[in-house]
Structure formats: C-alpha cells, structure tokens
C-alpha cells in the first residue's frame, strides 16, 4: 500500500571533505566510536568506506547492509537514491539480488548494493558505471575460460581483518610525555616509561622491545628495534603486519591465484594486471617460513641420538675388546687377590686404547650431528666410559643452546617478514578492493549474458521518456514473453504521450508490464545493463512506483494518500511516475475524478511521465481536461479452459476489452434459454 511517507525526500546532495567519520551523514560520535574500535584507527576505517567495502561495514553489528551502503554512498557524494517509493527501491533491490547470484566473491555480492539509481547531476558517474559494464561484457564474451578461471579464484576472497588486540611486545619510550603521544598505540602493545636511572640492559631479558628515545643499544639484540616517536604504529609493532598475513591468508592466496590467470589485450584485463602489479613479494610471505627448521629438527632428535650413539660406542668397545687377554703367574694373582685395584688398573690398561677410540668416535659422531649448529662437544662429555654415559648436565646445555638459537631465527626471521610485510599490506589492501570492485562488474557482465541484456541509450536532456523492445523481465520465474513498449516524447518508433493509462484483461501482464517499465529504468539509471534487445531512456531526478491499493481507505490514510500524490504532481523534479490501480483509494466514481485531477496537473508539467494501470480507463478520461494515451493489453478470448488468450504486447492507443465482458460472451455462447438470454441483457449494460 502507497502512503505519503513512502515518499522519500531527496536533497540535493554536495560533496565535502570527509576526512573525519563524524563528517559523513549518518555517522555520528557513537557509530564513529564504534567502528573505531571494531576495525582500528579512523585512518583505517576511512579506507574501508573509501574502498565501499560494505562487507567489513555490515560486519559491525548493528550496522545493517543498507545503512553500511547509505554511509559509502553519501561519503562518495552520490546521496539517496532516486527510487522515491519503498516500492520502487523494494524492486531495486530484487534486481540486484538476481545479479547477484551470478557474482563470485562475498565481498562483491554486498558492494553491489553500492550500485543505486542516480539523478541527472550524476550522470558522469552513470557513464563511470556504464564503461565498467561494457568493458566486463567484451571480457565475459571474449574470454570465457579466464572468466572460469576467475570464478575459481575469486570465490576465495573475503573482507580484510585488522589486527585486534595485543602483541607480545613491549614499547620502551623515554617519557610520559611520549606516551601519551603514541596512546592509541596501546590497544596493541604495552607501553613502557622507563626510569631515570634505567638502561637499554635493564630490558634486556625480554625478547621482543622498540626502543625511543636516546641511549638505545649499539647492537640491537634479537627481537629488539629502533623507531622515533612519529613512526607508524605498524613500523613500532612488526607483528601487527605478519598477524594481518594470517588473518587474510584467504585472500591473499586466492590474490596470488589470479594472479596467475590466462588475460588478454582488453581493457579490463589490463585493469586486472594493473590490480596485482606491485606483489611479487606476496608469494614468499604466505610460505611456510622454515628459518630455524632444520636446527629444531636437530633438538627434536637430540635425546634419540645420544641413545643411539651410547649403544653403538658400547658395541664399538665389546667389538675392540673382544680378543684381548690377560696372563697371570701365581705371585700375580696372590698380589691382585689382596689389592683389588691393582687389577682393575692392569685390566684398564689391556683395553684402554680401544675404549678411548670407541668413545672419541662416539664424541665425534655428536659433534657431526651438531655441525650445522656449531655447537661443541667437550671432550669430557662422558659420565661412564662402560657402559658409555654421557654426561646429562652437558646434553642438557647442548639443548638449550639449540632452543636459545631456535629463538634467535623465530624473531630475526620474523622481522625480516614483518618488514616485508608492512611494505607489501598497503598494496595488497588496495589490490583485494580492485579485484572485489571487479569481481562485481564481472558478475554483472555474466548475470547480462544469461539474461541477453544490453546497455540502454541514455538520453540526459529529453523529458521523461522511455522505448524498449524484446525486454523479458528477468522476476517472473518462467521464461517471458519479450515485450515492446514506450512512452513520453523520443522519436520513432516509440509512441508519443506522457500521460498513459495501461487498461486490459485482469492477469493480462498490466502490473508484470509497470514492473518491467520500472525494472527498466532503474537499472539505467543506476548505470547497468536492461534485459531487452533494445532500450532508450531519459534520465530524471526521480522514479516513483505505486504497488496496487488493497482496500478502500480510511479517511486519514486518503488524505495522507493524497497530498503524497499531490507532492508528487507538482513538485519541479524531473520524474517518472508508474501506478498500479490508484483507482482503489476510495469508491471507483470519486477515484476516477481524483485521478483525473492529479494526471491533468501532471500533464502541465513537461518534467513529468505518468504510467497509470487503471480499469476505469475511460471514466478518468472523460473528467480530464489534458489528453492521456489510453493503451490495451489486449484478451482475445477464452479458451476451453476458460481461460485468458492474451496478446502481452500492449497496443498503444487501444483500449482494452474487460475481462467480464469475455466471460459473459462466453457464458451466452455455452448456455441456452433463459440463461443465454440473461448473459445477452447483462452485455448490453456494459
């Protein structure tokens, strides 16, 4: 149902500098806040807007999709759009939600939201909108196995995380007065006001530190960096930049995959060149970092080594030692028999010599398997020589070493990534909103070709007006009759008239035909392509659709019915106006005198078209002061089913037949008698 509060004001919309949130309609101190701390800084949030990604907006919660569009949208200067009723902005959107099934990515399926129905003063931006069609459409023909191979690698693109929360590192600045200059660094690390008396040594236990200010160390130690006060808050915490590759791992891969895509020599392939130029370090940034690996693989198997080089030393010296022999005369076992170490002495010496070669092998085979580490082997790391035991207290050393210098590759090859990274986010950010704002255009190409649409000619300077032929309403769910119509004053063939009545056979296609007629415009004037073979449109400030009135009204809802329409008629805004039965407002006799009155104020504005579906076509016609155009769509007849033979194409100037009227000529013909006699009687009286 049409009220007057279904009536959108739309005031002329100026663009302003927007470097603050609070600076864009729509986002007051609390939003602002709140995005602030859901997405970071406002820098970053701005970027966000500036990019219209609408998804990582609509990811706020309260912050639905519609509002998330409303705030790009008025940051970008394009304002309200020109859909004036619920109902036209209703059908709007349905036609985007039937583009966007044919979109890839999650992302590009929100932005298309962006993608409302503008005005005259935007008709730049329509033409803005109209090449990025035309140039997806020449791709989506031209180059069918990329476009597969872009469906494949684009679905994997999302919306950009920012880093939330704290990082295990810890920012050292020389006073308060500098903390409080970086204070908005501190939802990501800790901020330390170092002593007066304090050194760079008294934090040299911590392995991760930014230094500011003077009396920095000479050689920074692992972990550790050096910035001045006015650096980045990403150049004084490198891990922000390496958790931002892992929070987008997604889509930077899917990035390096289209990458990797077959193009051609069209402008929208060079468009996607454009988007990737600049990422050659991408790739090494999102492999498994091994620095370290190969020495954690070392003290992983340590303790395992040490087993297997205790049991093959045992085995070296029962090996050695195993045809040795010792001859005792009788004084010599009676001397031994008293003194014990005597024995164990000359027993020592029959096998010395192999037990310590047995023992130096086993040295040097641990020392070998430490090599790459540098690490070495004291040459009292045996706690027994039989059974071989190495000393625990010297493995244990050996171990920690390994785990000191597995630190020392972490954090240095950490910075190394981070470094890289934090050159590379800027651009990867860009790029990913590039390759969503095309995933967009490609999906609105590939939705064109399956609905057979072309982009209409737009005529900026000619009273409302609007041709087409061979359009099929793309909403109906079957496979539609393609339909020509036209009205307001463009040249052949499209007929005159700017003030038209649409008459004709209930469920003849009179409301399927102002859907279209809307479908139609909308979509021109939001810059996209029609499903139709031909299509012509004038550009107005804006379009007005009223869904058909169940239900005679009450006083107060005629009355506010009422002044909309009338707000409507005279207002000095180029328009198009499409209703649907407006007759049902109030009793058929007064309705067909209002009506008459609005549409004869409407034809003394030429800023004005008025496409009206009405039953009582002639009543009005006959209380009008202005000429209107009456059309039909035309029932033939019935069939054996009793059902409507319709001809959908409308016939311009020609009022239809009622549907009653088929059915009682019907009736008459299959009855007798009396019967026949009273469904002939009935006739007359229409």
Known sequence: ?????????????????????????????????????????????????????????????????????????????????????????????????????????????????????????????????????????????????????????????????????????VIVVPDSVSAQQIKNVEKYARIVVRGTNETWKDYEGL???????????????????????????????????????????????????????????????????????????????????????????????????????????????????????????????????????????????????????????????LSEYLELSGISIPTNCFESEYPCSFRRETIEAIEQDLDRMISNFEIEGAMVRAEKASSVIGRAQDSISEIIDIDMWVGIAKWARYRKCVLPEIKPDVEPSCYFSGFRHPLLGVDPIPVKYGFGNLPKPCPKGSIVLLTGANSGGKTSLIEGVASILLLSHAGLPVPADQAVVSLADEIHLLAKVTGTQSAGALERTLMGLSKIVISSKKKFILADELEAITEPEAASGILAGLLDAAASNPLISIVMVTHIGASICKKMIAEARIDGIEARGLDEQMELIVDRVPRIGVPARSTPELILKRLEARTSGSESELFRSIIERL
């Open 207 to 365: 392995p991760r530190v930014t230094w500011i200010g003077p009396y920095a160390p000479d050689q920074m130690p692992p972990g550790w960096m050096f910035c001045k006060i006015a650096d980045d808050f990403r150049s004084m915490i490198p891990e922000i930049s390496l958790q931002w590759i892992e929070n987008n791992r997604s889509s930077l891969e899917s990035l390096v995959d289209l990458g990797n895509i077959t193009l051609g020599l069209d402008p929208l392939s060079e468009r996607i060149r454009d988007a990737m130029d600049g990422l050659s370090d991408l790739s090494w940034l999102l492999k498994t970092e091994d620095d370290g690996a190969d020495i954690e693989n070392l003290r992983d198997g340590l303790w395992s080594e040490i087993k297997a080089i205790e049991g093959s030393v045992n085995d070296s010296i029962v090996s050695s030692t195993s045809e040795a022999s010792l001859s005792l005369d009788g004084s010599e076992m009676l001397a031994y028999y008293s003194d014990a170490n005597r024995l164990q002495h000359r027993l020592r010496g029959a096998v010395s010599d192999s037990i310590s070669e047995s023992l130096e092998c086993g040295r040097q085979r």
């Open 1 to 169: 149902m049409f009220y007057f509060t279904d009536v959108i004001k739309n005031p002329t919309f100026s663009i302003v500098s927007m470097d603050t949130l609070i600076a864009i309609p729509g986002v007051g101190e609390s939003l602002s806040r709140r995005l602030i701390d859901e997405l970071g800084d406002e820098g970053e949030v701005l970027r966000i807007i500036k990019s219209k990604d609408v998804a990582s907006l609509a990811k706020i919660e309260g912050l639905s999709i519609n509002r998330a569009v409303r705030i790009i949208n008025e940051f970008g200067g394009n304002g309200k759009s020109i859909a004036q009723t619920s109902d036209a902005q209703k059908l709007h959107d349905r036609l985007l939600y039937d583009i966007e099934t044919h979109i890839s990515s999650s992302p590009a399926k929100k932005r298309l939201g962006v993608l409302q129905p503008m005005g005259i003063e935007s008709k730049s931006e329509i033409e803005v909108r109209r090449k990025m069609v035309s140039e997806a459409m020449s791709f989506v023909a031209t180059a069918p196995s990329s476009v597969i191979e872009w469906d494949k690698a684009s679905k994997g693109i999302k919306s950009l995380k920012s880093h939330i929360g704290k990082v295990d590192r």
